[in-house]
């Protein structure tokens, strides 16, 4: 125990002399050869000038302020990010729904034609036999055949 009051009275010593390391001066001079000397004394060199500095310490404040602007960027980039996924999922399915659409519109133009072109044209029943129209039933199958194309393709 006696030998710890010793070892730590000199450690004490020693980090309240090392306070002084941090020297307030700082001095830059060139020797003969063009080489670059710091120092934290003055050695008399004429080419020896004092070197003004500061320094600030790091403010936990502005640090966190940093922090949560780097985290509010960084949510802005996320959500932005999200929004052009959302957009071009968006843009994918209008493709998709445009194009069904475009296939339902010339199978139902392909219908009108053959209904025009036939002779005779015929539904089929719940038993799946053929139940040809007279013409005022075609009349009516084209007519609603072609108010479909026109409220649902040609727009």
């Known amino acids: 125990m006696n030998i710890r009051r010793p070892i730590i009275g000199l450690a004490a010593l020693v980090i309240a002399v090392s306070t002084g390391a941090f020297a307030d001066e700082i001095y ?3 020797d003969a050869d ?3 000397h710091y120092e934290d004394r003055p050695t008399g060199n004429e080419s020896e000038e004092q070197l003004n500095y500061s320094y600030n310490r790091t403010s936990t404040e502005a640090v966190q302020i940093r922090v949560e602007a ?22 994918e399915e209008e493709a998709v729904a445009a194009e069904k659409k475009q296939i339902e519109c010339q199978t ?5 034609t053959k209904m025009r072109d036939a ?4 539904r089929s029943d719940e038993a799946g036999e053929r139940v040809y ?3 005022a039933e075609r ?3 084209i007519s609603a055949v072609e108010n479909y194309i026109k409220e649902t393709c040609d727009t």
């Open 34 to 36: 063009g080489n670059v």
């Open 28 to 30: 830059k001079w060139t």
């Open 119 to 122: 002779m005779r044209v015929y």
């Open 108 to 112: 139902h133009r392909a219908k009108l």
């Open 70 to 91: 780097d985290n509010e960027a960084e949510a802005g980039r996320r959500e932005a990010r999200a929004e052009a996924a959302e957009e071009k999922r968006a843009a």
């Open 133 to 135: 129209l007279d013409e």
């Open 139 to 141: 009349a009516e199958s």
